[in-house]
């Protein structure tokens, strides 16, 4: 068990930074890994993304609190549309280290979205090979042994043309981990580029800090929605006429279950 049934603050501040910046989820592959009470990833499922998949270590947290948070937040859900695969919402349990959640992680979302026919299946396959186009994660630094799994993962299952957010404290006093240990560990793939984007400084606990991943080009070019597929909401923006979503009320407004 690491933590699943607390809900961790990071994960509104994650939730929050897509509010605020008015993330286009529509049309989009988006995983909440190691997502506990799953709140990034129902902001995703309300803002229509194509496909949303939440992942977390413990099979007992997806039974007992994501699920049960997404049916009582997401409007019509219901567990029949979950079991019976009529929803666009999958749930995966496994270890960061197991080279089988990656294989996984990277079939799911290309053989089993719904609705989809077989041509986009096919069609999806071919251009981003089953992997995901926006990944959030929050609170997952806390231990340094677990970082380079979680990077070697974030590796595998990032689409080329995707990003990856990450929300954690700067430092996690006492149990080691923090965001420098997370861009230090970037940087050592050679293949991917970090960059903090936000810092969060509310007086109440540590700093913390949204760092945003992607394939190694400009962070800068793609966080100011050019070349990007999670673009964000600008009257200047050119999106080829893609309904842009606006985010109902605040996030943090997310019920969770277990508390009623």
Known sequence: ??????????SIDLARHLHSRSYVFKGKYVLDLGCGHGVPGIFAIRGEAKLVGFQDLNVEVLKHVTIPNVLENVQGMTFDK???????IRFFAGDWRDNELATLLTTVPATEAI???KNRIA???RTTGGKWDLILTSDTLYSLESIPWL???????LADDGICLVAAKRYYFGIGGGVADLIKEV???????AKVVQIIDDGKS?????????????????YDGKNNDVQKNNDNDDNDGEQKYEAESIPSSVKRKRDQ
């Open 1 to 10: 068990y690491e933590g699943g049934f607390k809900l961790w603050e990071c």
């Open 82 to 88: 979950l079991r019976g695969g009529e929803a666009a």
């Open 115 to 117: 609705p989809t026919t």
């Open 123 to 125: 069609e999806r396959t």
């Open 151 to 157: 990077v070697a993962l974030i590796y595998e299952i």
């Open 187 to 193: 940087e050592k793939t050679g293949a991917l580029e």
């Open 206 to 222: 540590n700093l913390r800090e949204i760092v945003r991943i992607a394939r190694r080009r400009s962070v800068e070019e793609g």
